[in-house]
């Protein structure tokens, strides 16, 4: 890593419990999430990233209006997406919403593009999942032909074609950072190479180092295609308290709890305690100390080679308060140890 890595947060406006021990409306989650950013910028962190979704344990769905409200109320920490679902939206309305946040942010704005791994989307908005890899591809095309912000001609199956298509409103200071987000494909890590787009790996469980072969192709492919390096992140989930012991406390039934919701629903066996505190001491769960998840994220950083770690810290119902703890602590203390370990 030649640069100093950059070190963010993705949330997914997970639904949280008030003090009554009841989850919170949805409206109130996103003025919390909005909060939790506010946070986030002050104490000198990187990134911010809100994830989409469209169903009931998350209250995020339009994420670029969330990320206009942070950018009002914000000065310096970037703003993005984590991810953005193109196969289920138009490409040219994300650029616009995306382009329209960079204005707000004065520049501070950048998109994760990837398939997503829940699907509720597909059928909301009337796209066919039979033609999930298509759509994903077709429209990755498309965004990748808007961001010279030049006329556009392009001709597909899953939408009308463009001849000489301008787009609007343009970016002040171009390009836009746009990720290619991969949670497992080689196929995907491929096309981000040939885009020459950054990559971003979702790896939410294992031990990081699994990763590494994505990595490898990812070098591969760049060259072989004559595209410039580019940076390459990861996204795990994690928490951070003052010790060890309450931070495994603090996440273990609300990490639990969404696991096993989701897992119903994918068939996955409940998560047992001891699976979860293996994740913790070996996978891709960073919860603990600020010194723990600290040196954790520098092993994953030097084995894959980051440029950029982002850590999902909100994880089911955990309360706003816990979050916000876990915010400030990422920011005034984990961040400034994984710098000075990583000189």
């Known amino acids: 890593m030649a640069h100093p890595i950059e070190l963010g947060l993705d949330t997914f406006g997970d639904v949280t419990i008030g003090p009554d021990g009841k989850l919170l409306p949805q409206a109130q989650v996103i003025r919390n999430l909005i909060e939790q950013a506010v946070l986030a910028d002050g104490q000198g962190i990187d990134f911010i990233g809100v994830g989409e979704h469209h169903r009931a344990d998350f209250a995020v769905s339009a994420p670029e209006v969330v990320l206009a409200a942070i950018a009002a109320r914000t000065s310096r920490i970037r703003l993005g997406s984590a991810v953005t679902v193109l196969s289920s939206d138009d490409p040219i309305r994300v650029f616009q919403r995306f382009s329209t946040v960079d204005a707000i942010s004065n520049g501070r704005a950048e998109v994760i593009l990837g398939r997503g791994s829940f699907t509720e989307s597909f059928p909301l908005f009337g796209f066919d999942l039979s033609q999930y890899e298509t759509l994903f591809e077709e429209k990755l095309n498309l965004f990748a032909a808007l961001l010279p912000q030049e006329p556009v001609n392009w001709e597909g199956s899953t939408r009308p074609a463009l001849s000489n298509q301008r787009v609007f409103p343009p970016l002040e200071n171009p390009p836009l950072k746009t990720w290619v987000g991969v949670g497992g494909s080689p196929k995907s890590v491929i096309r981000a190479a040939h885009y020459g787009l950054p990559l971003m790996l979702a790896i939410i469980g294992g031990e990081p180092h699994r990763f590494r072969p994505f990595v490898d192709l990812y070098h591969q492919a760049l060259q072989k295609l004559g595209q410039p390096e580019r940076p390459i992140g990861a996204h795990s989930p994690g928490h951070v308290a003052d010790t060890d012991e309450q931070a495994r406390e603090d996440l273990w039934p609300h990490y639990k709890r ?72 990422y920011g005034s203390k984990v961040i400034p140890i994984v710098r000075e370990m990583l000189g």
């Open 258 to 329: 969404m696991h096993d919701q989701i897992g119903a629903e994918r068939g996955w066996p409940p998560m047992q305690r001891a699976g979860f505190d293996r994740e913790a001491d070996q996978g891709s769960l960073y919860v603990g100390s600020p010194e723990t998840v600290a040196r954790k994220i520098v092993g994953t950083a030097r084995t894959l080679g980051l440029s950029r770690f982002d850590l999902k810290y909100s994880s089911g119902p955990l309360p706003h308060e816990k979050l916000m703890r876990s915010v400030e602590l």
